[in-house]
C-alpha cells in the first residue's frame, strides 16, 4: 500500500537509501536532512511530500517530490529508492506514478527529474524512458569529472 510517509517512517527511508549502493554519504545525509525538514515542517513549509510503499510496517521503498522554486507548476523528484530486495516488483514504477498523480492533483504540468551519467545509474535512466520520460539534457561532468548529470521530464 502506498501512502503519505509518517514520521516513525525515517528509520526505515534513510536505512534504504544506505542499503540500494546507489547513494554516496553525503547523499544518504542529505535524505536524512530532508526527511527533518519534511517532518519538522511538514509539507506546505518544507516543500516536500515523501510517499512510501508499505507491507505491513516494512517500509519497501519511498519517493520524495516538491515544487520547483521559480517555476510555474513544475515539480521536482527529489528522491526515489527501492529496497533492494523488493526491486524489480514494480515497486519503484508505482512510487512514480503516484508521485506524477499527487503532482497533477496539485495543479503540476511537468515533473522534472535529474540523475547521474555513470553506468551504475544505466538501469535507472532505462527506467525513466521505460516511463514515458524524454531525456532533455546531459551536463557533462557536472557532478565530478566523468560523471554527468543527465535531466528528464514528463508532461502530466
Known amino acids: 500500500m502506498i501512502c503519505i510517509a509518517a514520521e516513525q517512517d525515517g528509520e ?3 536505512a534504504i537509501t544506505a542499503r540500494t ?3 554516496n554519504a553525503e547523499e544518504v545525509q542529505c535524505v536524512s536532512e ?4 519534511y517532518t ?3 509539507i506546505e513549509t518544507s516543500g516536500y511530500t515523501f510517499y512510501v510503499e508499505r507491507e505491513d510496517e516494512r517500509i519497501l521503498g519511498y519517493v520524495c517530490i516538491g ?4 517555476a510555474d507548476r513544475v515539480y521536482d523528484l527529489y528522491w526515489i529508492a527501492v529496497d533492494p530486495a523488493a526491486q524489480r516488483l514494480g515497486v519503484g514504477r508505482r512510487l512514480l506514478e503516484t508521485a506524477e498523480k499527487t503532482a497533477r492533483e496539485k495543479g503540476g504540468r511537468i515533473l522534472v527529474i535529474e540523475t547521474s551519467g555513470t553506468e551504475k545509474y544505466a538501469g535507472t535512466r532505462a527506467f525513466y524512458l521505460s516511463l514515458g520520460y524524454l531525456h532533455e539534457a ?3 561532468d557536472l557532478y565530478a569529472d566523468g560523471d554527468d ?3 528528464f521530464t514528463k508532461r502530466l
Open 67 to 70: 515544487p520547483r522554486s521559480l
Open 12 to 14: 526505515q527511508v534513510c
Open 34 to 37: 530532508i526527511w527533518q525538514e
Open 40 to 42: 519538522g515542517l511538514g
Open 21 to 23: 549502493g546507489m547513494f
Open 138 to 140: 546531459t551536463l557533462r
Open 149 to 151: 548529470l543527465h535531466i
